[in-house]
C-alpha cells in the first residue's frame, strides 16, 4: 500500500537560518507529489507540486523540493526561515490508482525561534 | 475566486449524539473529498465525489457516517451516532484537475 513517511515531528530552527523538511514515499510507479502548510485552526494550502520533468520544483513563500527517484524522497527546503513560517508541513502523495486518492504523511512541526 | 466554504467551524457534541458538516466547493470544481485529520495525524480520506457520484468510499464508516452530494454542488456529511474517536478535524477539498484545495475545516469535539 502506498504510504508517506516525514520522520521529524517537531523541528526548531532560528529565523533566517535554512530548514530542510523529509519526506519519503513508497510507491509502485512514479507518483504525483505534493507539500501542504497548514497554520493553526486553518485549511491546508498547497506550497509546491511535482509531476513530472524538472525534479527540482519552486513554490510559493520561497519554497523548494526535490524530488529523487532513487532514494524515494521529496524534501523540501527554504534558504531562510522566517518567523511566519512556523506551521505544520504535511507531504503527500497521488497514487492516481483511480480517482485523485490523496495520501499524507503524519506532518512535521516547524518551530521558529528568534 | 472564492475558496472552499466549511460550515460549521467548530461543533461540540456528546457520545451518541448526530452531527452534520456543510460544504461547498470552489465553483466548477467536480470533484469534492472528505477528509478526516486526527490530532497528530495527517488527512485521511474519506470519500470523493466525482459530480454527485462517489468515487471511493473505501474508508468511510459506513454504519455511523454518511455523505452526499446533491445535484453535484453542495455536500453534507453526517455522523449518527458520533463516537469519542470522531473528534477530528473535518476538511472539505474540491479540485478541477489534480490539484486540490482545501477549506479550513470543521473541528469537531465529542465528549
Redesign the interface.
Known amino acids: 500500500a502506498q504510504s508517506v513517511t516525514q520522520p521529524d515531528i517537531h523541528i526548531t530552527v532560528s529565523e533566517g537560518a535554512s530548514l530542510e523538511l523529509r519526506c519519503n514515499y513508497s510507491y509502485g510507479a512514479t507518483p504525483y507529489l505534493f507539500w501542504y502548510v497548514q497554520s493553526p485552526g486553518q485549511g491546508l494550502q498547497l506550497l509546491l507540486k511535482y509531476f513530472s520533468g524538472d525534479t527540482l520544483v519552486q513554490g510559493i513563500k520561497g519554497f523548494e523540493a526535490e524530488f529523487k527517484r532513487s532514494q524515494s524522497s521529496f524534501n523540501l527546503r527554504k534558504p531562510s526561515v522566517h518567523w511566519s513560517d512556523a506551521a505544520e508541513y504535511f507531504c503527500a502523495v497521488g497514487p492516481m490508482e483511480y480517482g485523485n486518492k490523496l495520501v499524507f504523511g503524519a506532518g512535521t512541526i516547524l518551530r521558529v525561534k528568534s | 475566486e472564492a475558496g472552499?466554504a466549511q460550515s460549521p467551524r467548530y461543533k461540540i457534541i456528546e457520545k451518541r449524539q448526530s452531527v452534520a458538516f456543510w460544504c461547498n466547493p470552489i465553483s466548477g470544481h467536480a470533484?469534492l473529498y472528505w477528509y478526516q485529520q486526527i490530532l497528530?495525524?495527517?488527512?485521511?480520506?474519506l470519500i470523493?465525489f466525482?459530480n454527485n457520484g462517489v468515487?471511493?468510499d473505501s474508508q468511510l464508516p459506513k454504519d455511523r457516517f454518511s455523505a452526499e452530494r446533491l445535484k453535484g454542488v453542495d455536500s453534507t456529511l453526517k455522523i449518527q451516532p458520533a463516537k469519542l474517536e470522531d473528534s477530528a478535524v473535518y476538511?472539505c477539498?474540491s479540485?478541477r484537475d489534480?490539484?486540490?484545495?482545501?477549506?479550513?475545516?470543521t473541528r469537531l469535539t465529542v465528549t
Open positions: 472552499v470533484t497528530g495525524q495527517g488527512p485521511k480520506l470523493q466525482q468515487v471511493d476538511l477539498a479540485s489534480l490539484e486540490q484545495y482545501f477549506g479550513p475545516g
